[in-house]
């Protein structure tokens, strides 16, 4: 198993922990489960690790170099977003593709991608926030152990730009621009390196009932 994330409650006030925990670490292994990796969720408490790794080990085999995450060193944004124009009902879709018809034309848009990409839901890494549907519809969600509706806990995305030419999910003042160590081959665009199938986000989903229930994985 791979180290793919390692987030703080300090460090993200929603993030949803179990009682008595405060850190949650995500593995995952670096082979198609069939279609993207398959996850692991470590709910701990910072205060009991005492022995930390100052370099992860790497596997002695993977299925593609891109399921290995170049390290990253995070700054927490805090952003609003709004649900995905497929989850909103007809009428409210009409309002809104009205409502973005003037602010459309001046990026050269379709008003319904206009929402979708510039004020629905940030492209990118992220914790939790609304989900993208960009190659599927709405599937129902439920806790697989108690039937609770679940949501997203962690998007691990290909890319962290969005598809606008302005660039308005871009991070503020943009800590990603630059490398945090020499890499010949740094993508400011993709500073992770992961990549899900052809260019896609595997989205991680909780039980917001109960966090530590079994976790469910989707790529869209």
Known sequence: MLPVAQLYARDVPDLLTPEGTDLLQVLWCPFDHPIMPRTALFWRSAATITDILSTPPEPPAMQFDSYLPEPCLLHPEQITEYPDHLELSTELQEQLRQWSVPQAAE??????????????????????????????????????????????LLTIATFEEGDDEGRSWSPYENPAAEPSSPLDHFDPGRPTAVQIGSGYRQQLYICPAAPQHPHITLMT
């Open 107 to 152: 990026e050269d848009m379709d008003p319904q991608t206009y929402y979708d990409c510039v004020l629905s839901s940030a492209p990118g890494w992220k914790v939790g926030g609304w989900p993208a549907w960009d190659s599927t519809d709405p599937t129902p969600r439920p806790c697989p152990e108690c039937g609770t509706g679940m949501e997203v």
